[in-house]
């Protein structure tokens, strides 16, 4: 009988244990609630992504996202019509054209590497600084000047607000301002816009981050170094930037559950990766 008095008490102690804690799914399906995501269109990929991955294991959390470009994430979350604003740089502080947002709080999600990319048809895998300073300022205005065709560029740009315009003019154009009309100038709202046209205007070049680069544009060396993960990571390459998830204060609930999520090993060194992204904990 003493036997059967230890093993009851070995049932009962584990009985105990299972009620007062929770397993993980039932903390997941627990978990609920409404997501608002606006912001950046270069980092809506790994928000798309992340999203599908999140309501998976929380199916009782909606996540709605949309993008309109960086300034509109802090906007919307200052305006109290987002959770997260996404957004390819930090909002809470001042930046050149860009004041900070006042309570707002930067939550690092991921390294953003950009590139020049040209149309397939203009016969160009390498610039300079002042190459690319001179196209987009509108000096240069044939590729023949810069070992390509003797064909007219077109110059494709980000709307002012966008993020990854903020990016490329800092640290692809070294400050250098952009050209802003004429016969042979186009302005898109967003990343996608910028594919479609990179891919489908000969003679074109525009910039996009490494997420949107498809085998029918061409990335550009910039001073002969890849616009690559590697090249980032070793300090080669300096066109990038982090991207962030801006918050009203500090997250919470199921907000901050997510933002957790895309922060974690899983999804920094998989899905995130797998997007042409780089994990934040690879920058030293």
Known sequence: MKWYKKLMAGVLAATLITAVVPSATTQAASLSGRIVINGSSALLPL???????????????????????????????????????????????????FAKFDGQVANKVAVIPFA???????GVDNLSTKQLQDIFSGKVTNWKSVGGKDADIIVVNRSFGSGTRVNFQLKALEGKDFMSKGSNYKEVKSSGDMKTAVETTPNAIGYIDLAYVTDKMTAVKVNNVAPSEANVINGSYKVWSYGYYMTKGAPTGATKAFIDYVQSKKFQNGSLRKLKFIPISAMK
Request: proline residues 5%; positive net charge.
């Open 47 to 97: 928000t798309l992504q992340a999203a599908n991955e999140f309501k998976k294991a929380n199916p009782r959390v909606r996540i709605s996202a949309s993008a309109a470009g960086s300034v509109t994430g802090p906007q919307a979350v200052r305006k109290g019509i987002a959770d997260i604003g996404a957004c390819d740089w930090d909002a809470s502080t001042n930046v050149p054209g």
């Open 116 to 122: 020049a990319v040209v149309n397939k048809s203009t």
